[in-house]
């Protein structure tokens, strides 16, 4: 991103969408069907490492094994984070992880089908509960949120001009080069 001038994050492309087989396999391993707003991610994206900062979106391996998945249990696994989030109405094992951080203790949280929270994300880190949200759906646009106002900070920070950001009025995306008329082409004939 040209605004993080210091390299602070690094930033990843969504990994290819995951096909229906592969998030059926997933859905064997973990016992249920997964909610339908993280579903239609995977099959879109199986998964996007550095998503926002540091923070993975699980693709369909990351959701029943390996380091990532791994890393971000063992928060989980402490008597005093899963007495924080019950402190905050999280009942940790009604939930499953959709993404994380390997760096920092920051989990996304999805409630499972059949518990009260299904579907619903929570927020976890550095011991408390940060914030929830109604679906996966809301949790992305939330995140992307996040994004388009670390990108204003940094652009301020580093002494770059402001820029419209997507999904903002009068926001135009960047066209390739090939786009752009070049100065030496000729004008097509009548």
């Not at 369909?60 to 696994?77: E, F, H, K, M």
Request: with cysteine; hydrophobic share 40%; net charge negative.
């Amino acid at each position: 991103m040209e605004a993080d001038v210091k390299h602070l994050w690094e930033y990843s492309l969504p990994k290819v969408r995951a096909s229906e087989d592969e998030v059926v396999q997933a859905e064997r391993q973990l016992g249920f069907r997964l909610p339908e707003s993280y579903r239609s991610f995977l099959l879109a994206a199986d998964g996007w490492p550095n998503f926002t900062q540091n923070v993975t979106i699980f693709s369909t391996q990351d959701l029943v094994g390996g380091p990532l998945y791994d890393s971000a249990r063992i928060p989980l696994n402490l008597p005093e984070c899963v007495a924080a989030m019950a402190m905050d109405g999280v009942i940790a094992e009604e939930h499953f992880l959709v993404a994380a951080s390997e760096l920092e203790d920051t989990v996304f949280l999805m409630g499972k089908p059949g518990t009260t929270s299904e579907g619903k994300v929570v927020w976890y880190a550095d011991g408390q509960v940060i914030d929830r949200y109604d679906n996966f759906h809301d949790f992305y646009m939330a995140m992307l949120e996040y994004n388009k106002s670390d990108a204003r900070e940094l652009r301020q920070e580093n002494g770059l001009p402001p820029r419209l950001m997507p999904g903002e009025k009068g926001y135009r995306p960047p066209r390739f080069e090939d786009d752009e008329p070049h100065a030496n082409a000729q004008a097509p004939e009548a």
